[in-house]
Nanobody
Framework: VQLQASGGGLVQPGGSLRLSCAAS????????MGWYRQAPGNEREVVASVTLGGSTHYKDSVKGRFTISRDNAKNTVTLQMNSLKPEDTAVYYCIAFYNGVSYWGKGTLVTVSS
């Protein structure tokens, strides 16, 4: 499984960004897709995830601001990030859990700064 993420960049506080990730390879039904992030000096942390059935989980600090969604037919996952804060600055990683194995995409940098 290969994961290709896109959509990072520089945005002012209060702004929005949309991250997208597409999985390719011989995959059919990916159990869980989601996003982690890692800020400088911090450990990697889960931001949001969504199961094949559509159940979602969010890190408390992003609830109400971020929305995760997926397209099972296309094996894509999207993270809509609104009301961004400087503390959201991090490298964001797409992740997929498939057949008991976790797959990671290359990170995409999100910088929230004025």
């Amino acid at each position: 499984v290969q994961l290709q993420a896109s959509g990072g960049g520089l945005v002012q506080p209060g702004g929005s960004l949309r991250l997208s990730c597409a999985a390719s390879g011989s995959v059919f039904s990916i159990d869980i897709m989601g996003w982690y992030r890692q800020a400088p000096g911090n450990e990697r942390e889960v931001v949001a995830s969504v199961t094949l059935g559509g159940s979602t989980h969010y890190k408390d600090s992003v609830k109400g601001r971020f929305t995760i969604s997926r397209d099972n037919a296309k094996n894509t996952v999207t993270l809509q990030m609104n009301s961004l804060k400087p503390e959201d600055t991090a490298v964001y990683y797409c992740i997929a859990f498939y057949n008991g194995v976790s797959y990671w995409g290359k990170g995409t940098l999100v910088t929230v700064s004025s």
